[in-house]
């Protein structure tokens, strides 16, 4: 079998770090039986300088024909505004695709020492990814005077709530039967009612699955200080990202952060990218941890159905961290902790 895969380095660390995951991927497949080719693009904020937008106009319809998407990392603020680069370039493909389920697991790995006491948990969390408060519906008017009015709204709709609360009432009736539903309802009186409502209803379809609804604040609350009574998490697009920085955070840093863009019904391609961003103060410098990317990979693979090599991907990737390679931030090489990963392929 061979899979067609899109490569999207980026921006600083993004060209490292995907190099690192690329080596990785090709020796799983080799070993497993399967080939990958890939197909680079130089989509990043260094193409916005020269072209003026982050990707060409048929980037979509180029990316359409790969079974997934490798990307590395997005961004740098000194020299092309955030908001730019996002809405150019992830937030595209994700809505295009109908990339609806983020999803970003959060537990620590042999070897690494988080921030808490607690070192047996092992939450998923999953972010709706299409709507909600990344919409991008609003605007601005009267710019630059006393007058100045900035409207940014928020999109709920049935379909895009109900679509990612199933999925993860799926997910948790494959792990541990625990679902945990993220709002801030008390506040938010129509967007968040109408997401608990619908929450309310879907669990009437999934009495295995024990269900808990949580406020934002009570969440985030939880996750540090109770994290191993947590299993599946969902939260609306905003929520989510936070969350899931908060869960990058108590399993060691973003150099573990690894994160899936799913299209669930498979009619295109999902998308895989670590969530630690370009990090442009250790660009270059080749201590950047490609943990977070590989492992991401290895979620690639599992999604392609090439199971057993994501396995033996993450495998190697505990089996590192537990030999103390690329568990501290700056203490080892990006080279040297691929080169441990594939060693221990």
């Given at each position: ?11 600083g660390?993004?060209k490292?770090v ?6 990785v991927?090709q ?10 080719e ?9 193409y ?17 024909s ?23 370039l ?10 609806f ?33 990344y ?34 009432f ?115 410098l ?38 103390g ?21």
């Amino acid at each position: 079998m061979n899979y067609k895969i899109a490569l999207i380095p980026g921006d600083g660390i993004g060209k490292d770090v995907t190099d690192a995951a690329w080596s990785v991927l090709q020796k799983a497949a080799g070993q497993s039986g399967f080939t990958l080719e890939g197909t680079e693009f130089p989509w990043s904020c260094a193409y916005y300088r020269q072209h003026g937008t982050m990707m060409p106009q048929d980037g979509i319809e180029t990316l359409r024909s790969f079974d997934a998407i490798l990307l590395g990392a997005v961004g740098w603020p000194a020299e092309v505004p955030d908001s730019v680069s996002l809405h150019g370039l992830l937030l595209p493909i994700r809505k295009a695709f109908v990339q609806f389920a983020n999803i970003r697991p959060h537990r620590l790995l042999p070897g690494v020492q988080g921030p808490l006491k607690a070192s047996a948990f092992d939450i998923l969390c999953i972010r709706e990814n299409t709507e909600g408060e990344y919409s991008g519906a609003g605007g601005r008017v009267h710019q630059g005077t006393k007058d100045e009015v900035a409207v940014e709204t928020s999109i709920f709709t049935r379909a895009g709530v109900e679509r990612i609360l199933r999925f993860g009432f799926e997910q948790a009736r494959a792990r541990r039967g625990k679902l945990a539903s993220v709002t801030k309802s008390n506040a938010q009186k129509y967007s968040m009612v109408f997401w608990d409502e619908i929450t309310r209803q879907l669990a009437t379809e999934y009495p295995d699955v024990e269900v808990a609804s949580y406020h934002i604040d009570a969440m985030a609350a939880r996750m540090v200080m109770a994290p191993e009574t947590l299993d599946v998490v969902v939260a609306s697009n905003l929520f989510g990202d936070i969350l899931t920085d908060l869960g990058a955070a108590i399993q060691g840093g973003l150099g573990f952060a690894a994160s899936a863009n799913i299209s669930p019904d498979r009619t295109s391609p999902s998308m895989f990218e670590p969530v630690h961003g370009s990090a442009p103060d250790i660009a270059h410098l080749g201590i950047a941890n490609p943990i977070a990317t590989i492992w991401s990979a290895a979620m690639m693979l599992d999604h392609l159905g090439e199971t057993s090599a994501a396995a033996a991907v993450m495998a190697a990737v505990e089996q590192a961290t537990a030999s103390g390679i690329g568990t501290t931030p700056g203490k080892d090489r990006t080279d040297a902790i691929t080169s441990a990963v594939l060693a221990a392929l």
